[in-house]
């Protein structure tokens, strides 16, 4: 049962400090408590002394605009007349201590969850603390991504050595950075401070690898197909043409927003590296993003 639990965690600025919470109403649903919400969080916090701004605080729940509320008294809407609820963000700590005096088996399973996350979480930011340039490498299956990714990029290097007329493969690859994170390589690597000998796929999250070993290999296919077509190797201008049709497919665009936020979240985190042409994809940093990095 404590795999299936799944609530989400995520970090966030609090005071001056990263911190991680969790929504009291999701934590309500798991623990399958038979009181109302707002009487049951209200009995917790004055019982057992939780203390507002420090273990927990309270918004205007589903307001998208980051408003605070007041600990008591009705929020009402100026426009509709309605009364707004207010959502409970707690402390992970907080959370443990309310899944704990519930005294039940599932609010036991809820705790261990949550001391789970917490080493999760830990584990990942030692990582980040020792040597942030290979967090990317915790994942378990990185090494194994890393060496099927290769075949991708030999497809790619092979299909402009033979498809392609003037070999410019530091240009070709910088179009696909550009392309993906708005980053050539040489930006990329000056970010991460690698040196001359650090290959810059090692340094690449999982998931990013796999989108580029797609697209190269994607790509490929499309420019033999020209080749093919012409009866002759492509001129640089043509496979600029064919990069530009492939690129901006549905499908692509899809890829690139997620390979943006990848980068702009997880660099930001947990390696301090802001990507300034990347800001507006910055993302909460969750307890599924420290899960697919860890495996």
Known sequence: MNDLINIKVIQK????????????????????????FANWIKDRIEKYGFVENLDYFITIANSGN?????????????KTGKVLAKDYILSVDMA????MVENSEIGKQVRRYFIRVEGDFKKVMRIATMDPKIINQLTTQFFETREETKDYRKDFTDCIKNFVAVKNYGTYTDMLYSFLFLEKAKEYRKLLDLVKKDFTRNYMYEEILLTI???????????EKEFKKLGRMLTQGEFVKKFNEFSSTKNWLVYQKRARSIMATYDEELRSIKHPKLIDYKKEF??????????
């Open 13 to 36: 600025d609090f005071n001056g400090e990263k911190k991680r919470f969790v929504n009291a109403r999701e934590l309500h649903k798991w623990l399958g408590v038979g009181k109302f």
């Open 66 to 78: 980051g408003l605070s509320a007041q600990s008591k008294g009705k929020i009402v809407d100026a």
């Open 96 to 99: 443990k201590e309310l899944a």
């Open 213 to 223: 070993g797609a697209f190269e290999s994607g790509l490929s296919g499309e420019i």
């Open 286 to 295: 969750s307890q599924e993003d420290i899960q697919k990095l860890i495996g």
